[in-house]
């Protein structure tokens, strides 16, 4: 907005006006350029930490899927290992014949293990960068909040001190 100071006075008659501010693009969409420009920095910024925070949660619930499969592969593999160092066992009078693994399903079990702590590495990697992107994008929306409060705080007092002027 473009204020123009005018002061006029009347020496031979002894009156005087209050200084006016003279409107010249009191309707000119522009004049609040920075105020509109702060809301859609604010809403850009607001739609980024959003789905900075949804691809966190999804990051999330997916290690913890990876984690839960790294878990059960550890598992398998352990068993597997724990049961073929075991002879038969005598309970009771019964005799229990364990079947033990063969060298190749072990083989398999710990290739399949070390591909279930892989995937879980990975996952922790991709769920951190996840939740550092929604840190910082909310950390964006805390600024181009303050950017649009300050803006429209701005403009507010600019208003009112145009307003006590005419008064």
């Known amino acids: 907005m ?7 006075d009347h ?19 522009i004049a609040h350029c920075d105020l509109i420009d702060a809301a859609h920095s604010y809403a850009r910024a607001a739609q980024a930490a959003a789905e900075a925070v949804e691809a966190a949660r999804t990051s999330a619930t997916a290690l913890v899927n990876s984690d839960i499969e790294a878990i059960e592969a550890f598992n398998a593999e352990w068993e597997a290992k ?9 309970e009771m009078g019964f005799t229990a014949e364990v079947k ?10 710990n290739q399949a293990t070390e591909m279930a702590s892989l995937r879980y590495q990975q996952c922790r990697a991709i769920s951190l960068r ?4 929604a840190e910082q994008a909310t950390h964006a929306v805390d600024a181009a909040q303050a950017r649009l409060v ?15 002027m005419t008064a």
């Open 130 to 133: 996840a939740e550092l992107n």
């Open 82 to 90: 724990t049961a073929q160092g075991r002879g038969p066992r005598n």
């Open 11 to 29: 020496v031979e008659n002894h009156t005087y006006h209050h200084p006016t501010f003279e409107e010249t693009d009191l309707n000119d969409p």
């Open 2 to 8: 473009t204020h123009t100071l005018s002061v006029t």
């Open 150 to 164: 300050e803006t429209a705080r701005r403009l507010t007092t600019r208003e009112a001190t145009r307003e006590n």
């Open 100 to 109: 033990s693994r063969t060298k190749g399903d072990l083989d398999a079990l």
